[in-house]
């Protein structure tokens, strides 16, 4: 049935994944996969909520990964590469040993699809690719 006018939602929906910025921003192929990834180079934590049931692999560092860039996206800290063909943020995590950790992205080679970036990995500040 729907709402009466000047009805007021109990509760505000979820965003769908198409508006949030990193959606919009980069493809991330199999995300709770890279959510595993992150999760296991980061210093520990607890990813998970403790009482609350989630459609989401580790909604915490879930919500933690697409606030982080939304943030770094308003602030225009996004680094991209001169040729365009590359870009990183700081996720703001570290490993073990206090090494901070990039989500590194190509350039999107998919014609079909209008996002600029294609989410490669998450690295240490030391790695090499």
């Given amino acids: 049935m729907p709402p009466e006018a000047g009805d007021v939602p109990e509760t505000r929906p979820e965003p769908t994944l198409s508006t ?12 709770p996969e890279q959510l595993t990834r992150l999760a296991a180079l980061a210093e ?7 009482h609350t049931p989630s459609d989401h692999n580790l909604p915490v560092l879930f919500n933690y990964l697409h606030h982080t860039f939304e943030r ?26 206090q090494e901070p950790i990039y989500a590194l992205l190509d350039r999107n080679l998919f014609p079909n ?3 600029p970036c ?12």
Avoid: M, Q
């Fill in 20 to 31: 949030r910025p990193l959606y919009r921003f980069a493809i991330v192929p199999n995300l």
């Fill in 44 to 50: 520990p934590e607890g990813w998970n909520y403790r």
């Fill in 72 to 97: 770094l996206e308003e602030e225009g800290t996004i680094a991209v590469s001169r040729d365009r063909e590359h870009s990183c943020w700081n996720t703001g995590l570290v490993t073990v040993h």
């Fill in 113 to 115: 699809d209008s996002r």
């Fill in 118 to 129: 294609h989410l490669r990995d998450f690295y240490r500040k030391a790695s090499t690719t």
